[in-house]
């Protein structure tokens, strides 16, 4: 099986590991034989797929509906926002915002933005 690539930040996705892949394909319709592109497989790692899905509508048709897709995974399952979390303080430990109180963020209080 091929590494997979976060499209968003270029960072490499395990196999099995964490991520919103969006297939992505086109055929023709009324018109025979029917023509089928190959599918694409586009992977987003759980920070790029939480930070998608908070961010502004992007531009284009294709975009946005790819972003609506994001946004209803993300916000059905508070365990990609927990992973997105994790990765974070795991790898990026000290970069992260002051929030005004002793700890960090916890997924808790990041889940509210994610009821839209
Ligand atoms: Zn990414």
Not at 7 to 20: D, H, M, Q, Y
Not at 80 to 101: F, K, N, Q, R, Y
């Amino acid at each position: 099986m091929d590494n997979l690539f976060c499209l968003r930040c270029n960072r490499e996705i395990e196999p099995g590991g964490k991520s919103v892949a969006v297939y992505l394909f086109a055929q023709t319709v009324g018109v025979r034989p029917r023509q089928k592109s190959p599918a694409q497989r586009i992977c987003f790692c759980p920070q790029c797929s939480v930070s998608l899905a908070m961010g502004p509508a992007p531009e284009g048709a294709l975009n946005l509906a790819a972003w609506q897709m994001i946004r209803d995974i993300v916000g059905a399952d508070p365990a990609l926002t927990e992973a997105a979390w994790e990765s974070l303080h795991g790898v990026d430990e000290g970069m992260l915002p002051a929030t005004g109180t002793a700890g960090p963020v916890s997924p808790a209080r990041i889940g509210p933005y994610f009821e839209f």
